[in-house]
């Protein structure tokens, strides 16, 4: 089960921290991935991480302003959101998936295996 925290309403530029907590057995052998879904449109990718950590991925728009990291001791992995952009505002999601490949870093909204119920992210001035 993951559980989504850390949403909330802030203004262009400013700075959010989502945390994804994982329960149950065996997080260091699940990749997760953090995405969102905007009113209206697809849900995206926007950053995912290995199951070691040691690999990352972002989608280009967030590279740079957004950092993925994870904490086994926790059981969690975050999301570090810095200016923050209109077009950034979605329901945030954290999802696993059962890892495919050591380092593997790649979380496609269709293989993932278990979804949090997501967190909203709002950027209004």
């Known amino acids: 089960q993951l559980v989504e925290s850390g949403g909330g309403l802030v203004q262009p530029g400013g700075s959010l921290r989502l945390s994804c907590a994982f329960s149950?057995?065996?997080?260091?052998?699940?990749?997760i991935g953090w995405f969102r879904q905007a009113p209206g449109k697809e849900r995206e990718t926007v950053s995912c991480i290995s199951n070691s950590g040691g690999n990352t991925w972002y989608k280009s728009s967030v590279q740079g302003r957004f950092t993925i990291s994870r904490d086994s001791a926790s059981n969690s992995v975050y999301l570090q959101m810095n200016n923050l952009q209109l077009e950034d505002t979605a329901v945030y999601y954290c999802?696993?998936?059962?890892?495919?490949?050591?380092?593997?870093?790649?979380?496609?909204?269709?293989?993932?295996?278990?979804w949090g119920r997501g967190t909203q992210v709002t950027v209004s001035a």
């Open positions: 149950g057995s065996g997080f260091d052998y699940y990749t």
């Open positions: 999802a696993g998936e059962g890892v495919r490949a050591p380092d593997y870093a790649k979380c496609y909204v269709s293989d993932m295996d278990f």
